[in-house]
């Protein structure tokens, strides 16, 4: 019945009457007030009960003045009264009628109560069920009623203390499940409070819900009050112990997880409060260390640890880190650590007990764990939690072995059945006084140190004991062998929590992924590896801490069942590492397993050297290291076996225990139920388990079984009963584990195959250099896991045999004789197995069973040559019927020749081939007839006997004759069996898989012979590569008509193509070592005495019958698609002939070239061979030309060749009549080719000077370039300006080219003579081609001009400056006057003489330029210019020159060019395009007229003369052709000009006058011109010249009949540069004269200056006439400056110079007047 009912509220109001009433009754006497209050209340309940419907709202409306009465009551401090008043009280809030206003009222009135120590258990009560009823009590009064309950807790009565401690814990409850309702009330209505981060104000917080406020402001004080502060909100607390305020938090924080998670308010208290306070609590457990108080010398006393609060603390870290490690990641790091510190060996026991119980509660929630892995382990820079948390474990457990227990422990390493008295620490044992016998008890025994073994706790749940004790306030005393039980339970739990949860994640995604499979196939993206990732992470993380840990217990375990825990944990840890596909990890437990079940100290190697790396760690914990603890051997065990070690060299005995026999069991159970995740430590679990075989005897039987047996030798094996009955079972477990093997997955049982090879592997090692007997346990076991595996031996086949054949080898015999058992058994199981589909319809895996078969014949040995054979007959006689495909493996085994083998074999196994050939080809399957030819081809390429090679080679000529004779029948067949092997492809929907396919069938078998033949033209033996060759170009020849025209194209690119590419790679590499005789008496050739002469004759063959192949079946090939590519290709090889540095071979490439350049049209089989008979083509070719033709009958062939085109519906084809094949690609092509071999063939050598260099000879240079005009007439349509730069590039580079001195005297004309040649006349032949071509060509043909002048310009350089070859040293040979002497000089290479072919092109230049010097090109192309400055390094050189006769032919086609160019240059004036031409010029004149060199001592004076008059031409020139038309030319020339005449025409040996500075006042243009000469050197005076440099000079400077303005500029030039020298010939005149005293000065000097004052006499007539304007003022001031300086010429003593200065100083007397008043420009 609900407390809203009718009948409810009825009784309610009932009841309240009732109470008041006896309150009334009660008060009458003593409190009239009360009475009266109690009346006025009935009546007030009847009025509302009257008055409302809802009778409890109304209620509690009037809550206040209803309770009013009782309250009163209350306040007597009558104990009857006060008890009646508070029932009533709490039935009015058992229906929830009390308002808050009401509420207050209550409380305070409880408040007063309490002061005064009234009914303190029913206050309690009372406060309980205001609390719990409603939820109107908020803010202070809930406060106030929460501080009351707590100071009832500390009052003196024991009754109301519990009962206070309990209310309290209720209230606080009550607090925060309203905060959780609510939460609940409000979930969605609003947003979430935003985040507050810190919060000053203690007081309120402003953002939270009521409800949530008093949870806040209450917890916020529970911490306030542990840290001993005072509270903010709970006024009024009296006294707070620290142990229930923790067990407040402790409780608040495991209840309402959820509260703390959902606001950040609470979340920020947690971190800036309780964590804090924690750590704060935590260190004095932190500092201290056993030990350590009691000492002196410590100036601060150490706070010592107290057991209640360190105890509750731990509680209150396990529910943070349970709860709250997301939100305090950096806290739980610093919890987590401190709980590792805790464990440390130097805290107190009862410490370490209450931590180790904590870890263990840690080690219980797996998923916890997992988080720490992923906030901290898997954090780059944060401390590695849960792997410190494992290590620690590891450590405390060492440490309790390692560390005397210092503790309440005194008798660790006694035993209890020995102590007498047993000590305090036994007796809390749970077996302690188990009597002075036996001791049966479960304990843990390391070298000396014994330690009991407790249930503490069910597996899986961490019941702690010590952390319960609420109770207790001194730490207790800790039994021994506690800790180490819960540390060992922990461990447990941990290994098998972790393994579970991950295991149950795998097994989850790995059903989802299958579900994704089904749902849908096609591969979906991978998932996100995180979780992968953290799995990998624990493990990683912990086990190196577990596997220390375990090792160390499974080492001192005494109890059997123990023993298995461990053994089971470090199983579960091996078998997840191998699903995570850890390795190092899972081989590391493996290799515990191995270990423990092993003698102790037994070396085995793989164990050891898998576990150095292991046993190298150290653990570093709280600053104490722990070693990895190596097993001590001297446990208690019972030994149950003694045994012989199985290593190379015998030694004593070993010793089985039982505990071993227990981990060899383990052994066998991880790898029955755990073999797919093995992987490679198949290795580490199969070879202790073959040391264990062998140590307990065990040896093989038939079929690979190991059956009980003796020892062959030593001591025999002994065993005690216990194992005797233990073998049979141990031996089948064994079978079992192989014949398992069939349910593994193929991965898995590969890796068990290569464990057992390995392990194989070992034994052989082993069983070398001794005839012992070897351990065969890997090679029956291999035998075995074959044999159950028979269904797919496919997929293990190999491997399998591939070890067995190494086997097989081995030189223990044996063990050889058990590897060919092996494979032989296993050979003949797999040919009768029933497989499916069986062996007939599945040729591959027939083929697979018999490869090993064929393997066998690379072994040496003669006894297993034997067993391979007698399995070879038994095959043939069960299984031979159905050999079919084998053939080719039969005949393997007959070719299956070495060149090790020794002659005798090799001729039997020849004598066999030779039956095949001559009885058996028509019996076996067509398809073998190209492994008959293969098998042939390898007889032909051994090289124990030449003569069965070349033997060989005529039996591939009879086999190509066999398949000429049964051509039909052979196709026939062959198609048929096409056919079916199409079909097969088809339906696997792969491509036929035969060698030159698409061919037809039959002319692939050709096709393999003809590669088998090209295989033999390039064998090592040049007899074998001779003969081979000829055949194969024979056998093209003869029978090359059967093959349909698109296998043709196989043949070109399969057969001669590649044929072409390996002779080119062997002659390349060829060795140039010399070969002293060819083997016996026979001497050879010195053409042919090294290798790569012997090379080179190959290559020439080759490229020879490739070519003529080209050329006679020419129109056949190019029907086919891609002759151009094939054209391209023999061109390429053409080419690398061309350029390979062996001048037989270079010079038959091109011989090779011209003779596919030769055909202009194809010819056609019709055409009469005539033709090719003048080319050399053999005669076999000849027949089968003539025998092609339509309507003649094939040689031999009773017309197959038709009937073959027939089947394959191809007719002979013809070109139709008066097609013709475009050919110009080809040509182009070929010019590519020419231009490729030229490029590289003249390119000079990078390397320097002392470097090794090939040089192309000149017969090779000569043949290239003469190629050129006939392969130009095909291009001549095309030939491009780029096509001429190219071949300007190879002219000049094939030019350049030195010659060795051995054959210069054959090449080099005598010195005398001036012959060009072969080489040089050929080159400027195709330059000669070329320039007719463009000369009856079209217009734009004729931009091709200045190309050839630049290459003739470059050829003209060479008479001054030969061209370089790379970095050559090279003597020149140039002029005989001076150079004879150097023909003897010891240089290897000799430049050519140049000079002669230089001055030929020259006169070619300048008769080239006689036809073309009008022509566009020519003139916008600046040719003049170019050979202006090319002329002019001869002219510049002049008697420098290496030839005398170069700088004359210079001058006179300068002359002849200029007589030609400069009208035309005139014509072109305005268009500039000549402008650069000019200064190009003067720099010619001038190098030329006042040339640097000397000429030569005995030059005769007739000879200078005629030197003279050659200047005197050029002189003649200038004025002829330049300065009458100065006014087309510019202004800078005619004053370079004007300056060298005028230094032509005053002679000058002083080195004083060097300047010739102009006033540059006068003229601008001046200023250009600053020129330094040197004084000349030339002592001899050019008299002549210097009279016909002035004549022309004055000849423009008297010019008084001015037409142009321009001549009047000239005259004013002439003038100016006149009176300068004049100027400076008398200042040094008079100088030297002064300066020479007595002595008469030079006659040279003399003639001089009276030639100047001539000069100046003239000059002066000549400006008298001259009209005034045409003179410039500036030449009057030049000429009055004149005066002074003739008047110091006065003192001179020579009569001649007297009278001629006479003349001169006359006519200035005209300058003579009166001063004008202002003078300008010389007029007044």
Not at 1069 to 1080: N, V
Not at 1606 to 1621: D, N, P, T
Not at 1657 to 1683: F, R
Request: negative net charge; contains cysteine; proline residues 6%.
């Amino acid at each position: 019945m609900s407390t809203s009912s009718p009948e409810a509220v009825k009784k309610l109001l009932e009841n309240m009457q009732a109470d008041l009433r006896s309150l009334s009754m009660e008060c009458k006497k003593k409190f009239p007030p009360v009475k009266e209050a109690a009346e006025s209340g009935i009546v007030k309940i009847k009025t509302i009960a009257a008055r409302n419907t809802d009778i409890l709202a109304a209620l509690k409306e009037n809550s206040s003045e209803v309770v009013q009465p009782f309250l009163m009551g209350c306040g007597t401090k009558e104990p009857k009264i006060t008890q009646l008043c508070l029932a009533a009280i709490q039935r009015l809030m058992s229906h929830e009628v009390v308002s808050e206003a009401a509420a207050g009222n209550i409380i305070n009135m409880l408040w007063q109560l309490m002061e005064n120590g009234l009914e303190e258990l029913k206050l309690l009560q009372t406060v309980l069920v205001l609390l719990t009823t409603n939820t109107i009590v908020h803010d202070e009064v809930l406060s106030k009623a929460i501080v009351l309950c707590f100071r009832l807790h500390f009052t003196k009565d024991n009754i109301t203390n519990n009962t206070a401690a309990a209310t309290v814990r209720q209230v606080v409850t009550v607090v925060f499940e309203r905060m959780v309702a609510e939460d609940d009330r409000f979930k969605g209505l609003a947003d979430e409070p935003p985040a507050v981060q810190g919060n000053s104000n203690r007081r309120s917080v402003s953002t939270l819900r009521p409800s949530a406020k008093d949870a806040y402001m209450l917890f916020q004080d529970l911490c306030q009050l542990v840290n001993a502060d005072a509270p903010y909100w709970l006024v009024g607390m009296t006294e707070m112990t620290r142990t229930f305020g923790l067990e407040l938090l402790e409780s608040v924080l495991n209840d309402f997880p959820q509260v703390f998670l959902q606001h950040q308010e609470f979340s920020f208290l947690l971190k800036e409060r309780v964590c804090p306070l924690v750590i704060k609590l935590f260190s004095p457990n932190i500092k201290f260390r056993q030990g350590s108080c009691s000492s002196a010398a410590s100036p601060v006393p150490v706070e010592k640890p107290y057991f209640p609060i360190c105890m509750r603390l731990l509680r209150v870290v396990s529910v943070l880190i349970k709860h709250f490690y997301s939100l305090l990641v950096t806290e739980c790091e610093i919890f987590l650590s401190l709980l590792v510190k805790f464990l440390d060996g130097e805290k107190p026991q009862w410490l370490r007990a209450v931590a180790v119980e904590s870890v263990h509660r840690l080690c219980v929630q797996p998923h916890l764990l997992r988080s720490f892995c992923q906030s901290y382990d898997m954090k780059q820079h944060s401390t590695k939690v849960f792997r410190d948390i494992v290590n620690a474990l590891g450590s405390f457990i060492q440490s309790l072995f390692i560390l005397p227990s210092t503790g309440n422990t005194s008798s660790t390493s006694t035993p209890p059945g020995v102590s007498a008295s047993g000590s305090q620490g036994s007796a809390q044992g749970p077996g302690a006084g188990a009597g002075a016998g036996l001791n049966t008890q479960a304990a843990f025994e390391y070298r000396g140190t014994w330690i009991p073994l407790m249930t503490v706790s069910v597996q899986g749940s961490a019941k702690a004991t010590y952390l319960e004790m609420l109770d207790k306030v001194e730490p207790p005393s800790i039994p021994e062998g506690y800790a180490m039980s819960v540390a060992f339970s922990a461990l447990l739990d941990l290994v098998r929590g972790i393994t579970m949860m991950i295991e149950r994640e795998l097994a989850k995604q790995e059903q989802e992924e299958a579900m994704r499979e089904e749902a849908e196939p096609v591969s979906s993206p991978p998932q996100e590896p995180m979780a992968h990732e953290v799995w990998e992470e624990m493990v990683n993380a912990c086990w190196c801490g577990l596997l220390a840990a375990l090792s160390l217990l499974l080492d001192a375990s005494t109890d059997e069942a123990a023993t298995e825990n461990i053994l089971k944990a470090e199983l579960c840890v091996a078998s997840l590492c191998g699903r995570l596909g850890l390795v190092t990890p899972r081989d590391a437990f493996i290799t515990a397993i191995c270990k423990a079940s092993l003698p102790p100290h037994y070396a085995l190697t793989i164990l050891s050297s898998n576990t150095t790396n292991l046993a190298n760690k150290v653990y570093s914990i709280q600053g104490q290291s722990v070693q990895m603890v190596s097993p001590s051997s001297e446990s208690h065990q019972q030994v149950v076996a003694v045994g012989q070690p199985l290593t190379a060299q015998p030694q004593g005995t070993v010793v089985l225990t039982a505990k071993n026999i227990q981990c060899m069991r383990t052994l066998l159970n991880l790898a029955h139920c755990h073999g797919v995740y093995l992987g490679t430590s198949w290795q580490l679990v199969l070879a202790t388990l073959q040391h264990l075989v062998w140590i307990l005897g065990l040896k093989p039987a038939v079929g690979g079984v190991l059956k009980p047996g003796r020892a062959v030798e030593g001591p025999s094996t002994v065993l005690t009963t216990a194992v005797m009955t233990d073998l049979p079972v141990i031996s089948n477990i064994l079978s079992r584990l192989f014949e398992s093997s069939q349910y593994l997955d193929d991965v898995s049982l590969h890796h068990l195959i290569n464990a057992l090879c390995s392990l194989s592997m070992e034994a052989m090692e082993m069983a070398y250099g001794n005839n012992k007997e070897p351990s065969l346990f890997a090679v029956a076991k291999l035998l075995e896991t074959g044999l159950v595996n028979m269904d797919r031996i496919e997929i293990l086949w190999r491997p399998l045999t591939a070890h067995l054949l190494e086997v097989c080898q081995h030189p223990n015999t044996r063990m050889r004789e058990w590897g060919a058992e092996a494979i032989t058994s296993l050979i003949k199981a797999g040919l009768s197995y029933k497989h499916e589909p069986p062996l007939s319809q599945n040729q591959r895996l027939q083929l697979l069973l018999l490869n090993p078969l064929k393997e066998l014949s690379n072994v040496l040995h003669a006894d297993i040559r034997q067993k391979q054979l007698e399995c070879v007959l038994q095959i043939l006689q069960n299984q031979g019927d159905s050999l079919g495909p084998g053939w080719p493996l039969v005949l393997g085994v007959i070719g299956a020749i070495r060149n090790d083998q020794g002659e005798s074999l090799i001729r039997t196994a020849f004598q066999c081939l030779q039956l095949v050939v001559t009885d058996f080809l028509p019996t076996m399957p067509c398809m073998c007839l190209q492994v008959v030819v293969d098998v042939a081809g390898s007889f032909g390429l051994q090289n124990q006997e030449l003569n069965i090679s070349l033997t060989s080679i005529g039996l591939l000529w009879n086999i190509s004759d066999y398949f000429f004779q049964r051509g039909e029948a052979i196709t026939e067949e062959l198609e048929k069996e096409e056919a079916v092997l199409l079909k097969q492809a088809q339906d696997k929907g792969e491509p036929l898989n035969r060698p030159f396919h698409p061919a037809p069938p039959f002319d692939c078998l050709w096709l393999c012979l003809y590669a088998k033949l090209g295989e033999l033209c390039v064998d090592p033996r040049p007899a074998v590569r001779k003969s081979a060759g000829q055949t194969m170009f024979s056998t093209i020849a003869a029978h090359g008509t059967l093959l349909q025209p698109p296998t043709w194209n196989i043949v070109v690119w399969k057969v001669l193509f590649h044929l072409l590419n390996c002779v080119r790679k062997s002659s390349t590499t060829a060795d140039k070592e010399k070969i002293e005789s060819g083997g016996g008496n026979i001497l050879i050739h010195h053409s042919r005495d090294t290798a790569e002469k012997q090379w080179a004759e190959t290559w020439v063959l080759t490229l020879a019958g490739v070519a003529r192949i080209f050329n006679t079946r020419r129109y056949l090939l190019q029907q086919l698609g891609d002759f151009f590519k094939a054209w391209e290709v023999l061109l390429d090889h053409i080419q690398s002939a061309a350029l390979s540095k062996n001048n037989e071979v270079s010079l038959a490439a091109l011989k090779s070239f011209q003779e596919i350049l030769q055909l202009v049209t194809p010819i056609k089989d019709t055409d009469k061979p005539d033709g090719l008979a003048a080319m050399d083509v053999s005669s076999v070719l000849m027949e089968s030309l003539q025998g092609s033709g339509p309507g003649r009958p094939l040689i031999r062939s009773d017309s197959l060749a038709e009937r073959l085109a027939q089947r394959y519906g191809v007719q002979p084809s013809l070109p139709p009549p008066g097609e013709e094949i475009d050919d110009s690609a080809l040509w182009w092509s070929a010019w590519n080719t020419w231009y490729r071999v030229g490029t590289e063939c003249t390119r000079p050598p990078s390397g320097g000077p002392d470097k090794l260099v090939f040089v192309p000879s000149q017969p090779f240079l000569t043949a290239l370039i003469q190629i050129f005009p006939a392969l130009y007439q095909h291009i001549a349509g095309g030939f491009s300006m780029e096509d001429l730069k190219k071949l300007g590039v190879i002219l000049y580079g094939a030019v350049s080219v030195p010659i060795s001195s051995d054959s210069s005297p054959f090449i080099l004309p005598s010195y005398t003579e001036a012959v060009l040649t072969s080489l040089q006349e050929a080159v400027l032949t195709a330059l000669d081609v070329l320039q007719k071509a463009i000369c009856v060509g079209s217009e734009n043909l004729q931009v091709m001009y200045p190309a050839i002048f630049e290459q003739l310009l470059l050829f003209v350089e060479f008479s001054c400056k030969p061209p370089q070859y790379g970095k050559m040293e090279t003597k020149h040979v140039a002029n005989a006057k001076y150079n004879q002497i150097q023909l003897f000089a010891p240089a290897e290479w000799v430049a050519l003489n140049y000079v002669p072919f230089a001055e030929r092109s020259l006169e070619v230049l300048v008769d080239l330029y006689h036809k073309t010097a009008c022509h566009k090109a020519v003139i916008t192309e600046k040719v003049l210019q170019n050979i202006i400055k090319t002329v002019r390094i001869p002219l510049g050189l002049k008697y420098a020159c290496p030839a005398e006769s170069t700088w004359k032919l210079a001058v006179s086609s300068l002359l002849k060019v200029l007589s030609i160019g400069l009208p035309v240059a005139r014509q072109q004036a305005s268009s500039g395009k000549f402008d650069t031409m000019w200064p190009e010029l003067a720099n010619a004149f001038e190098d030329f007229l006042f040339t640097k060199s000397t000429p030569p001592d005995n030059l005769s004076i007739q000879e200078f003369q005629r030197n003279e008059a050659v200047d005197v031409e050029v002189v003649q020139l200038i004025s002829t052709e330049i300065l009458p038309f100065a006014n087309f030319i510019p202004k800078e020339f005619v004053g370079r000009i004007m300056s060298m005449l005028n230094r032509g025409s005053i002679h000058s040996q002083s080195s004083s006058f060097t300047d010739l500075e102009v006033n540059a006042h006068c003229y601008d243009w001046v200023t250009v011109l600053h020129i330094k000469i040197k004084a000349e050197m030339d002592i001899r005076m050019r008299e002549e010249f210097s009279k016909v440099c002035f004549e022309t000079l004055l000849q423009f400077s008297f010019s008084n009949k001015v037409s142009t303005p321009q001549e009047g500029y000239i005259s004013r030039m002439a003038l100016s540069v006149l009176l300068q020298r004049a100027q400076d010939v008398l200042r040094r005149f008079v100088e030297d004269e002064r300066l020479s005293g007595r002595c008469p000065l030079p006659r040279q000097q003399v003639t001089e200056i009276i030639f100047v004052l001539k000069a100046i006499s003239t000059l002066m007539d000549s400006l008298k006439k001259t009209q005034p304007e045409n003179v410039d003022g500036n030449v009057w001031a030049q000429v009055i400056a004149l005066y002074p300086t003739l008047v110091e010429c006065i003192t001179c003593s020579s009569p001649e110079v007297s009278s001629a200065l006479r003349d001169a100083l006359g006519p200035f007397k005209d300058f003579m007047q009166p001063p004008v008043s202002k003078v300008q420009n010389g007029e007044s």
